[in-house]
């Protein structure tokens, strides 16, 4: 059966091994040694909102492999005229070796993928953004040396990222708090599936209101965008609503001793974070951008040669 990364989810039983191989492959590829894994190989890569690092750190990452990788925007695409989503992904599968898709909608995300033949990389949909995850575990295990009993505290809105990050802490046993305002929980099914893991790892993801609450004592401070793509025309009514969720340097004197700063970026500065945390000595923010490279590359990996 073709290997697919919908959901954090389907890396069960493998992302920490996947975590640390992405570790040994940046220590390696550091010191000069870069294997091309994928030489031959290419990556169709359809992207229906935008993107700066999602991009390029495939891109990159299939070229640094010895492969290719095709940006393809559905304005340009067939797709785009109508030719349905399960058709452009047999047609894709006849030329390449993985496809990559950041969509609107998780519904449209698995049609693609249920009639894909070979393996589709979800790079952020409506509900999850699994790439981002795995770079961000990386990120966390580099730092810290461990992921297992991270205290992570997640402020912000409910939405992808937070649903992959979830899920990414419950599998390996770091445990999440995430405080969201009322009306921005987090999805109700993946909340479920990541305390299913958490039961198995012996953590615990909790949700609640109190960003004070979430990062006190925290090991990692995480925030999103209060407005993701897709969701711009409600942009006014939720830099009200999440006002009180901003992270700022009050905030992370709540957290512990050698807390980190992360965000998956773009960050919208003076909203969600001050520019105080997200340029302070404690932000890691571009190692975890950094790492969405060296991440992908093991993804990459792992779903087209195993
Ligand atoms: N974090 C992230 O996915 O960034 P881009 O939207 O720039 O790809
Ligand atoms: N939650 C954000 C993440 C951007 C990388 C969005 O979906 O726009």
């Not at 992302?15 to 870069?34: H, P, S, T, W, Y």
């Not at 399960?86 to 894709?92: F, H, P």
């Not at 942009?235 to 512990?256: C, S, T, W």
């Amino acid at each position: 059966m073709t290997k697919h990364l919908i959901s954090v989810a389907d890396l069960e039983g493998r992302l920490e091994q996947l975590i640390d191989r992405a570790i040994e492959m940046k220590r390696a590829f550091k010191a000069g040694d870069a294997p091309r894994l994928l030489d031959g190989r290419a990556l169709a890569m359809i992207f229906e909102k935008p993107s700066t690092r999602t991009r390029v750190s495939f891109e990159v990452a299939m070229f640094q492999l010895g492969g290719h990788g095709l940006f393809l925007s559905p304005k340009d695409l067939q797709m785009g005229r109508g030719e349905t989503v399960e058709d452009t992904a047999r047609v894709l599968s006849r030329f390449v070796d993985a496809i990559m898709y950041r969509a609107f909608s998780n519904e449209v995300m698995r049609q693609l993928a249920g009639a894909a033949t070979v393996p589709v990389i979800n790079a952020l949909d409506d509900l999850e953004h699994p790439c981002q995850i795995v770079a961000d575990l990386m990120t966390m295990k580099e730092h810290f040396g461990t992921l297992k009993g991270l205290n992570v505290a997640y402020v912000g809105d409910g939405n992808n990222v937070a649903n992959s990050l979830a899920l990414g802490c419950a599998m390996v046993g770091a445990r999440l708090l995430l405080a969201n305002p009322p009306g921005y929980d987090m999805d109700r099914q993946v909340l479920e599936r990541a305390r299913e893991f958490a039961a198995g790892t012996g953590t615990a993801i909790e949700t609640g209101r109190d960003p004070a609450w979430a990062a006190g004592g925290a090991d990692v401070v995480y925030t999103d965008v209060w407005t993701s793509m897709g969701d711009e025309s409600e942009e006014g009514d939720r830099e009200a609503i999440f006002k009180p969720y901003q992270v700022n340097e009050e905030l992370m004197h709540k957290a512990a001793s050698g807390a980190v700063f992360m965000h998956c970026l773009p960050a919208h500065r003076g909203l969600e974070v001050t520019d105080g945390v997200v340029d302070a000595d404690y932000s890691i923010v571009l190692d975890q951008a950094e790492n969405r490279l060296h991440a992908q590359k093991m993804i990459l990996v792992d779903l087209i040669i195993g």
